[in-house]
């Protein structure tokens, strides 16, 4: 209970329902007779509504596309895992001994979806009011600047920009593989040039795979990895 005394603290939020922040923290690995799985997909929705809103308001003059491509480089696995990181949420998460011994507490995807599940329980506790001051607190306090350059990163185009200027030809993607179940479902993209293939990244849609994948192989070719 002292690992979920330090969460509320970090969170800057008590929970009133011991059963609801158990589940929250519980992954599938733990064999319990719940899981944080359903709070995992009810916070999804939330957190996109909350930061939605939050650039609304905070880019008011930007249009649709714009806002769209800053709140997809905010809401994905990358973006969850790090406030999950900010919040120490790693130590805080049931897992079983094999997955505590295959680094699950440090493992992106768990981390994203147990800080999605957070979201979700303090939203059925508390409403979106208060769940939205808790969420843009801690994006607010684990990024340095959140402006238009920071967080609209488009390594697709900057990897086109590279290609065409190095070796006259522009990358392409091809979808690796689908899986997941429906209201969850990633895509595994891979980025390929001169015929061969420089790097593979999932995503939770084809676009977000296409980005992160694009963001690796410009390390790659940029000599970063």
Excluded at 31 to 47: H, I, S
Excluded at 132 to 147: G, M, Q, W, Y
Excluded at 218 to 225: I, T
């Amino acid at each position: 209970m002292n690992q979920i005394k330090a969460l509320e603290k970090a969170l800057n939020y008590s929970f009133k329902r011991d059963d609801l922040i158990t589940e929250a923290l519980t992954h599938k690995s733990y064999k319990k007779p719940y899981n944080n799985e359903r709070l995992e997909f009810l916070g999804d929705a939330v957190l996109d509504l909350i930061v939605g809103e939050y650039l609304f308001n905070k880019f008011p003059k930007e249009d649709e596309g714009l806002l769209s491509k800053i709140r997809a480089s905010l809401v994905n696995e990358k973006g969850f895992t790090k406030l999950a990181e900010h919040i120490n949420l790693g130590q805080a998460i049931f897992i079983s001994s094999a997955e505590e011994n295959n680094s699950g507490r440090t493992k992106p995807s768990l981390l994203s979806n147990a800080f999605e599940a957070i979201i979700g329980a303090i939203y059925l506790e508390s409403g979106l009011e208060v769940t939205a001051n808790v969420t843009t607190r801690l994006i607010e306090a684990s990024h340095e600047t959140i402006d238009l350059n920071s967080l609209s990163k488009d390594f697709k185009t900057t990897l086109q920009e590279l290609t065409q200027a190095e070796f006259g030809e522009t990358p392409t993607y091809k979808m690796v593989r689908a899986f997941g179940p429906d209201h969850k479902k990633e895509f595994e993209i891979s980025v390929e040039l001169q015929h061969k293939i420089i790097a593979t990244s999932i995503g939770r849609s084809k676009k977000e795979a296409q980005q992160k994948a694009a963001e690796i192989a410009l390390k790659k070719l940029q000599g970063e990895v």
